[in-house]
């Protein structure tokens, strides 16, 4: 085998990966030695002779697992991003051993003894307040573990959670498998009634890519939601509604259900044995919300207002469909279309006449003036750094006094190698007890491509997502704290979504627009008038929006307030639980079970969906108080959402975070204004 990359001296600028000469036969190789490494080193902490000290204890842990760390985080980036059998074969593999050796250090009773020992000291131990959190947070975690538990209780969480992690990857390979398995190729022109140019400019981009005569929808959501929008086929918007709603429960070797089962019934025995009623009370012990009962109370205070506007929604599209001359019954594949017809008609826009404004390049643009006007960052273009796929883009990350604090990659466009959605993630966090460690920050989307030589247009919610992604982004670029256990995004899920679901509201403002929407052809700015009613219409079918998210939180919450004993056939319990909620049949839930990577995918979100919705308590209140203040870049503001929101990772308790920020906490009213579901508050005119 050629020389490993991963055991030579790396001579990359800012000392990026050498993605051109890793391959995946050098992964085994680098994770066995990363993990011999790690287990020398967790050995040694646990069995150092002197009393615990933070330094030779916490710290020590801290500055451990550097390699396994490296090697994960390249890892985990080709294999969402640009992966490949071999990847995938290697994913298999390596999750459940991840798993394992994580677990044997949590519960690694001598380590514990020694983090215990510390946390009942903490009081007097002469720690900084960030020393203090970094402690907390290790006590949390392997009481979570299960550190305190008998020998046989241990060996048996160890086995749910080396099968759960297989479960997980197992999982997400299917639905990769079943979106590169389906596309709708389109040949007759009968087939493209109702399509745009724009779109039909995309299509054909996609049916070459695939090798492919005419055009093509993919599963990829920006291709498959606009032909649902578009598509004047009833057929043939039914078939792609079908496809994608049914990725993972498909029958056969990609189906998702028994893995559902499975995983629900597992979740659960490890909650009881660490002590918890359900899965859900366990995960919610560790996050703002604290009970399932407080995630409830907020979920069903949407819901009401959501499901009856979006009710009211849908008589009004059965009496377009009706006037139209249709003798059907509206179905979920003709909601999106017919919700634009009712667009255009309620609030005189149409979506074509958008998008020509909505480019990738101004989009990109206007992400990043929003960060020069609220945090004084700059960014530069970097042709010299290596990259996974041509497609990325990289730029240099400059604070307002001028010196570096990062890299930050933009991976937009969909492909047959990537996974649908859009994610933030880390190359390298940044931290400084190594030294001065700047981040390499990455944000992926799923944006279909325009053809060659021709720019790729975003629909407003594409444009939207792209904002949404790089506040991930910023909450990594921006860390500035000692501790990686604490860096950047490592913080409460229902706090990690505030910096991102804050920044989309910058997009909806008349500033931004006016000076980044501007003509892909003619370089003219959006008309006044059409701004005006763009943004008019920004809750325009936000019932539907809403029912479809919330149904999402009740399902995976039910799920995962299941006991251990019970046994769960997904689509019947899927069914039940939208029933109790009386879910209008004419919307499906935006995630259905079977691909519902945000809680079976690794479960980061399992019994945490709600978070969105939680965070969103938190973000229309954050953006109000700029608003009060008469302009949408007040520095003073900004300045505190910098200081303990960007940049303080988890180095506080997210409501103290929040409070430092805000001066105190809010209440679900900002939200419920927010969605148009409550009348505006009385602000200052912003900027």
């Given at each position: 085998m050629p020389e490993n990359p991963f055991f030579a001296a790396w001579t990359t600028p800012d000392g990026v990966p050498p993605f051109d000469r890793i391959k995946p036969e050098h992964f085994r190789q680098a994770y066995d030695h990363a993990l011999a490494e790690h287990e020398?080193?967790?050995?040694?902490?646990?069995?150092?002779?002197?009393?615990?000290?933070?330094?030779?204890?916490?710290?020590?842990?801290?500055?451990?697992?550097?390699?396994?760390?490296?090697?994960?985080?390249?890892?985990?980036?080709?294999?969402?991003?640009?992966?490949?059998?071999?990847?995938?074969?290697?994913?298999?593999?390596?999750?459940?051993?991840?798993?394992?050796?994580?677990?044997?250090?949590?519960?690694?009773?001598?380590l514990f003894r020694r983090i215990d020992a510390l946390f009942k000291d903490i009081a007097t131990l002469a720690l900084t307040a960030e020393q203090k959190r970094v402690l907390e947070r290790y006590h949390i975690t392997f009481r979570r573990a299960g550190a305190g538990l008998d020998p046989v209780a241990k060996k048996r969480l160890a086995e749910i959670i080396e099968r759960l992690a297989a479960l997980g990857t197992a999982f997400s390979q299917n639905v990769l498998a079943d979106e590169q398995a389906f596309v709708l190729s389109l040949r007759d022109k009968a087939e493209l009634a109702g399509l745009p140019d724009f779109m039909r400019e995309v299509m054909k981009s996609e049916a070459a890519e695939r090798g492919l005569d005419g055009y093509a929808v993919t599963l990829s959501r920006s291709s498959v939601e606009p032909f649902l929008q578009f598509s004047a086929r009833r057929d043939l918007r039914e078939k792609a509604f079908r496809a994608f709603i049914t990725r993972g429960d498909n029958g056969g070797p990609t189906d998702n259900k028994a893995i559902i089962a499975e995983t629900v019934r597992l979740r659960a025995e490890r909650a009881r044995l660490l002590g918890f009623a359900d899965f859900a009370h366990y995960r919610l012990d560790d996050a703002m919300a604290k009970t399932p009962d407080a995630v409830r109370d907020l979920l069903d205070a949407v819901w009401l207002h959501a499901r009856e506007r979006a009710l009211r929604d849908r008589d009004d599209l059965q009496a377009l469909l009706a006037e139209e001359g249709g003798n059907f019954k509206l179905a979920p594949w003709d909601w999106r279309y017919y919700a634009e017809k009712l667009r255009q008609r309620r609030c005189d826009l149409d979506e074509a006449a958008i998008k020509p404004y909505l480019s990738l390049e101004r989009m990109i643009e206007a992400v990043f003036y929003t960060a020069q006007r609220l945090f004084g960052l700059t960014f530069r273009p970097r042709g010299d750094v290596p990259v996974w796929h041509p497609d990325v883009r990289v730029w240099e990350v400059r604070g307002s006094d001028g010196k570096p604090i990062g890299l930050f990659f933009g991976d937009y466009f969909a492909r047959p190698s990537k996974r649908s959605g859009a994610w933030m993630t880390s190359l390298r966090d940044q931290e400084k007890l190594a030294g001065d460690i700047h981040p390499l920050i990455v944000n992926v989307c799923n944006f279909a491509k325009a053809a060659e030589g021709e720019p790729t247009l975003l629909s407003f919610d594409d444009a939207r997502t792209l904002?949404?992604?790089?506040?991930?982004?910023?909450?990594?670029?921006?860390?500035?704290?000692?501790?990686?256990?604490?860096?950047?995004t490592n913080v409460a899920t229902d706090f990690v979504e505030l910096p991102s679901q804050l920044y989309e509201h910058w997009l909806e403002q008349p500033d931004i627009l006016r000076r980044f929407a501007l003509h892909y052809q003619t370089g003219e700015a959006m008309p006044e008038d059409l701004l005006q009613r763009l943004i008019a219409a920004r809750n325009f079918n936000r019932g539907f929006a809403t029912v479809e998210y919330v149904a999402c939180a009740y399902v995976d919450l039910d799920f995962h307030s299941l006991p251990p004993a019970d046994e769960v056939e997904s689509t019947s319990f899927e069914a039940t639980a939208l029933s109790r909620i009386a879910m209008p049949e004419e919307i499906v839930m935006r995630h259905r079970p079977p691909h519902f990577a945000h809680i079976f995918s690794g479960g980061g979100y399992a019994a945490g969906y709600y978070s969105y919705m939680w965070s969103e308590v938190l973000d229309a209140d954050a953006f109000e108080a700029f608003e009060e203040t008469g302009d949408i870049f007040d520095p003073a503001t900004a300045k505190r959402l910098h200081d303990f929101v960007y940049a303080a990772g988890g180095a506080r308790d997210p409501a103290e975070a929040y409070k430092a920020f805000r001066g105190r906490l809010p209440s679900a009213d900002a939200l419920l204004r927010k969605r148009g579901f409550a009348e505006p508050a009385n602000t200052a005119s912003a900027a």
């Open positions: 020398t080193e967790i050995s040694a902490i646990a069995a150092d002779p002197r009393p615990p000290s933070f330094d030779n204890t916490i710290a020590a842990m801290e500055g451990s697992g550097r390699a396994l760390t490296r090697v994960d985080n390249i890892f985990h980036v080709l294999a969402g991003a640009h992966s490949n059998e071999a990847l995938l074969e290697i994913e298999r593999d390596v999750a459940p051993q991840i798993a394992r050796h994580r677990n044997t250090i949590h519960t690694n009773e001598a904002f949404h992604e790089f506040g991930h982004g910023l909450h990594g670029l921006l860390s500035n704290v000692t501790y990686p256990e604490i860096s950047g």
